[in-house]
């Protein structure tokens, strides 16, 4: 399986990733955890390169399931992935949640 799961902050893209890859036995990965190393001493963006290669390394296995929009990851993944997600969640919903 390999799964894109999209929509805005709040929506429930990470929910949605994690309760999927207990439910299927497959990996999820973070989209800012791939731009972004998270470090004891802070968030440090990863160079494109880096990125890039991290990223690749991802989409290029059997399973995987992403989350997130950045959007210089989009458009690899969506050639790659057998499903995208789209959760477009109105905006009061987000907030209610969120609270």
Sequence with gaps: MKLDIIGSVASGKTTLAKNLSETYHVPFYQKD???WER??????KRDDKERDQLFQKIINSDDW???GSPRKLLR???EKCDYIILLDIPLYKRLVDCS
Excluded at 39 to 44: A, L, S
């Design 39 to 44: 470090t004891p001493n802070g968030d440090k």
């Design 33 to 35: 955890n791939i731009v």
């Design 65 to 67: 399931i992403v989350e």
């Design 76 to 78: 690899e993944s969506f």
